[in-house]
C-alpha cells in the first residue's frame, strides 16, 4: 500500500496532459457526485455563544460548532 503523498504524484502525473474539464468528466464516470473544491461557493455563519463552544445554526448549511480552546492551568 502505497502513502497518500505517492498516491497523489501518480494521479498529478496521470493527469498532466489533461484540462480541467477532461478530468471533470472522467470523475463524472467514477462517481456519483462531485465537488469541486476550488468553486465552492462562500458560506455565511451565524456563530452563536454557547459557553464553552460556539454553535453555527440557520445560517443555510447544516450545523457545526467549535469548542473553544482551554487554556492551560500550570
Given amino acids: 500500500m ?4 505517492e498516491f497523489r504524484s ?11 474539464e ?3 468528466k472522467q470523475m ?4 456519483d457526485a462531485i465537488a469541486e473544491l476550488d ?4 458560506q455565511k455563519h451565524l456563530w452563536t455563544n454557547r459557553g464553552e ?3 453555527c ?8 460548532e467549535a469548542w473553544k480552546r482551554r487554556k492551560a492551568v500550570i
Avoid: C, M, W
Fill in 39 to 42: 468553486n465552492l461557493p462562500p
Fill in 2 to 5: 502505497s502513502s497518500y503523498d
Fill in 10 to 20: 501518480e494521479v498529478k502525473a496521470e493527469q498532466s496532459d489533461l484540462s480541467y
Fill in 53 to 55: 463552544k460556539f454553535t
Fill in 28 to 31: 463524472e464516470k467514477q462517481s
Fill in 22 to 24: 477532461e478530468i471533470r
Fill in 57 to 64: 445554526e440557520n445560517a443555510g448549511h447544516p450545523y457545526h
